[in-house]
């Protein structure tokens, strides 16, 4: 893993890390969008502070934003391929630290569903997804039909939050989209944790290692699907 970082204070910075520079790096699309969203903020995006100040949880609330990471890779068990966040955060308030792994959207899928991904798995993708749901407190069974993405994007929050002594972690789609592709994706892993999901929102999924687990799903300021 990583241990030293480059600052990337311009959002052109973020291409090179990127794991196809030229593929993804395309006006319209998230990689680029997210970019822009979060170094022109400096910090939280507007909506994403708003959402965390509207949610009611005491311990999201006056969060100072720490660190920032763009592309940040959380090493699994399973294979050398990480997953590959596309921010991660460390931010604090009274209550502690809270690890934030963010996922950007417009109209890109979350991977494959597990049960396509995984129909004919190795030895190593069995173990890999036999890790995640154990982490995730999720049956097997019940995640087939989730995009693969979202469990281990999840696991990634939960992961650093173990790693850097957090008591909070959350994993939170900000999604581009004006028409919420995929929101239903998103809505149907939440369901999974007996959450309700609605946009602009997040809420609290389970207690897991001594850690709250969130869910979020923040709408991005369109104006950057143009830059």
């Known amino acids: 893993m990583t241990k030293f970082f480059s600052p990337a204070d311009r959002a052109e910075d973020w291409q090179q890390l990127l794991a196809k520079p030229n593929l993804h790096w395309k006006t319209g699309y998230s990689a680029k969008s997210l970019a822009h969203s979060w170094t022109e903020a400096a910090g939280f995006p507007s909506e994403v502070s708003e959402a965390l100040e509207a949610s009611g949880y005491a311990a999201l609330k006056d969060l100072q934003f720490l660190l920032g990471f763009p592309e940040y890779d959380v090493p699994l068990p399973g294979g050398r391929r990480p997953s590959q966040n596309d921010v991660f955060v460390l931010a604090r308030n009274q209550s502690g630290?809270?690890?934030?792994?963010?996922?950007?959207k417009v109209s890109e899928p979350f991977d494959q569903p597990v049960g396509e991904r995984f129909s004919n798995p190795t030895p190593g993708q069995t173990e890999r997804l036999t890790y995640l749901c154990d982490l995730l407190q999720l049956q097997r069974d019940?995640?087939?039909?989730?995009?693969?993405?979202?469990?281990?994007?999840?696991?990634s929050a939960l992961i650093e939050a173990e790693r850097f002594g957090a008591t909070y972690a959350i994993m939170l789609v900000h999604s581009f989209s004006?028409?919420?592709?995929?929101?239903?994706?998103?809505?149907?892993?939440?369901?999974?944790?007996?959450?309700?999901a609605t946009?602009?929102?997040?809420?609290?999924?389970?207690?897991?290692?001594?850690?709250?687990?969130?869910?979020?799903?923040?709408?991005?300021?369109?104006?950057?699907?143009?830059?």
């Open 97 to 104: 630290l809270v690890t934030i792994a963010v996922e950007g």
């Open 142 to 155: 019940s995640v087939d039909n989730i995009g693969y993405q979202l469990l281990h994007r999840s696991a």
């Open 178 to 196: 004006e028409s919420l592709e995929h929101f239903d994706d998103f809505a149907n892993f939440a369901a999974l944790y007996g959450i309700d």
């Open 199 to 227: 946009p602009h929102s997040i809420s609290r999924a389970s207690r897991i290692n001594g850690i709250d687990f969130y869910l979020s799903w923040v709408v991005g300021n369109p104006g950057y699907l143009s830059r």
